[in-house]
């Protein structure tokens, strides 16, 4: 059957005859459905959009009587040849007349960047069932009610009074106290109402910070990796932008920071690796500050999903010198629609922040900043914050079960700090932009690192994965799917048994070595684990750095293949593998005989030596 001329979303709250018309309508005012087209019947057209024919004949007859359509007996439905006459500006020429505007624009408008044109979000993702990218607004976690009520608040006779009349460039004094009294305490700052300005969210505070200290005369130091969109913005200005390297501890602060006028760090969770900077790093930083005269943009990007049991003060709370200019969201976390940040530094800083804000908008919306004001003060944000930093824990350690216990994939994860985000690490030799085209195809979205270097060729060869949109019960089949397609794509390249060095151990063989033998591994995420495997089928287990986690469970011998269960550990699911002993090497292989893990075993007793 013919492809449908148009698509119905069957998550709109809108109507199918209603979708039908619309889309119709669209298709026609845009040119994809040119005048005097003839449209499928309203039976073939019912059949390739799986819905009733009535609905199809109802949208027709309104478009007809609304002069987008005309019918001709015995021939057909056909757009109606005179419905774009009307229009302003319209002509025969149509395509010709475009391009010879559009060609006139290009001689005036300046081209941005060639880089800034790569870097771009994936508007239908929504649509994808494992989208692990971060920084998606999952809308089933929306406070709707506790929001309406706040915004129920703000519609009230005299608050409607105070803001819809506007107050010059100033923001909503309650607000600003909320800001002040509930949010700042949080991480520790002290700060005065002079001291904070309400921003459009975080991108439109560093454009502010961007048109305050940067210029031709300005040497900003940025992290490697890092935020791309503070680069872009401070090249749009002519700074002269400096790379500075990020390790375990984040930012590196040494010599290389003794010429920067500007630092930009993302201490609470560094974009993209999701390191948390060190208390002591944070003091260097400060220090390097006051010694070489620089000023500190903090980005305390995620600084509400922070799941260390003693989150780490923000850099402006440590602050002697008035030098830290602290930036921050409010609506990151909430909804991304409603488009609120803010910026904390010295009363001077503000108010002539205040006057560049002036120049694009005199403040954000007055009622969105009642109605987060109410939000605020009724509890309802410290309510929001708690609930999903449960979820976004939960999902995000569901991420690191599910890539953990998947083994034998050549991936390393980051260590756990927090954040939404994993970042992780795959060989050099491993094509990862093929197997983020291929991850697309087969409905799994993860995210590419290179746009986070300044210079591409230094990237790491990573992906990057976020729990923010995506529930937790899908965690794990999209993991499990990706790690498929991972195995795929390397299966011309990895050991498989029958090719396989060392000794394939069968049967009684196999139960005798394995009896009383210890496997040591690293996890994907870097810890260590210790398995025995114990006489009368009995398994313990130890991870961690300090044995802090640990796990009991059962092993056997089936005919050539080694069985173990966990009683939590793998999800306490059986699998199953054959075993290969390469010297002081085991090698797992899975029912397709490709190797899925190896590690170092200590036998109980020593296999003559033999190959094949």
């Known amino acids: ?33 040119p005048p005097g087209m003839k449209l499928p019947s309203s039976r073939k057209l019912a059949q390739q959009l799986a819905v009733a024919r009535n609905t199809v004949v109802a949208a027709y007859h309104q478009l007809i009587a609304d002069g987008y359509l005309i019918s001709r007996q015995r021939s057909g439905i056909f757009v109606n040849e005179q419905i774009l006459e009307s229009r302003v500006g319209h002509s025969g020429r149509g395509s010709v007349a475009a391009q010879a505007e559009s060609a006139a624009w290009a001689r005036r408008v300046r081209s941005l960047p060639a880089r800034w044109r790569e870097v771009h979000d994936q508007p239908n993702w929504r649509y994808y069932p494992y989208p692990f990218i971060d920084g998606k607004f999952d809308q089933t976690l929306f406070p709707l009610a506790e929001w309406r009520e706040a915004n129920r608040l703000a519609l009230s006779v005299a608050d409607v009074n105070e803001w819809s009349t506007g107050r010059g460039d100033s923001d909503d004094p309650k607000l600003i106290e909320e800001i002040r009294t ?16 309400v921003t459009m969210g975080t991108q439109n505070s560093l454009y502010l910070v961007s048109q305050m200290l940067a210029d031709t005369a300005t040497t900003f130091a940025v992290e490697e990796p890092g935020n791309y969109e503070i680069r872009q913005l401070l090249q749009m200005r002519g700074a002269d932008v400096v790379t500075q390297p990020v390790d375990e501890d984040g930012l590196v602060v040494d010599d290389r920071l003794c010429n920067a006028n500007v630092v930009y760090v993302t201490p609470s969770h560094q974009i ?70 803010f910026i904390v530094a010295n009363a001077d800083f503000i108010r002539r922040a205040r006057q560049v804000r002036r120049k694009i908008l005199n403040h954000p919306p007055l009622n969105n900043q009642r109605t987060m004001a109410y939000f605020l003060s009724l509890g309802h944000y410290d309510s929001l914050m708690l609930r999903l930093g449960r979820i976004f824990r939960e999902r995000r350690v569901a991420l690191q079960r599910a890539l953990n216990n998947v083994r034998g994939v050549p991936m ?10 994993y970042w992780v690490r795959t060989p050099n030799d491993f094509d990862v932009a093929n197997l983020i085209r291929q991850s697309e195809q087969h409905g799994i979205l993860v995210e590419p690192v290179e746009h986070y270097y300044s ?49 394939w151990l069968r049967g009684d063989e196999l139960r005798r070595a394995m009896l009383n033998a210890t496997v040591l591994y690293r ?62 090497k085991i090698k797992y292989f899975n029912s397709d005989k490709q190797i899925v893990d190896s590690a170092y075993i200590r036998l109980a007793d020593d296999l003559p030596e033999a190959v094949g």
């Open 523 to 584: 996890e994907v995420h870097g810890a260590p684990c210790t398995i025995e495997h114990l006489e009368n089928g009995v398994m313990t287990g130890r991870r961690g750095y300090a044995n802090e986690d640990s796990d009991s469970g059962r092993w056997r011998v089936e005919g050539d293949i080694f069985y173990r269960k966990w009683d939590r550990w793998v999800y306490g699911e059986e699998k199953g593998y054959y075993i290969v002993i390469d010297g002081d």
């Open 182 to 197: 509930k949010i700042l305490t949080r991480r520790g700052i002290q700060a005065h109402a002079d001291e904070i300005l």
């Open 1 to 33: 059957m013919q492809d449908a001329i148009i698509y119905l979303d069957s998550n709109s709250s809108m109507g199918l005859q209603n979708q039908i018309r619309q889309k119709l309508v669209d298709g026609i005012l845009s040119g994809a459905f």
């Open 272 to 341: 993209p690796t999701a390191v948390a900077m060190s208390l002591e790093r944070r003091r260097e930083l400060l220090d390097a500050a006051s010694a070489h005269d620089f000023l500190v943009v903090e980005d305390d990007y995620e600084c509400e999903t922070n799941y260390m049991d003693h989150p780490l003060p923000a850099l402006r709370s440590m602050d002697a010198g008035g030098r830290v200019i602290y930036v921050a969201s409010l609506s990151k976390a909430l909804a991304p629609g409603i488009r609120l940040g």
């Open 455 to 503: 210079i591409r060729e230094n990237a790491e060869n990573c992906i990057r994965m976020g729990v923010t949109s995506i529930p937790v019960e899908r965690i794990r089949p999209g993991v499990e799917r990706l790690v498929g397609l991972i195995r795929e794509i390397v299966k011309g390249k990895v050991e498989h048994l029958p090719t396989s060095t060392g000794r």
């Open 412 to 421: 390393e994860i980051s260590p756990e700090v927090g954040g939404t985000t």
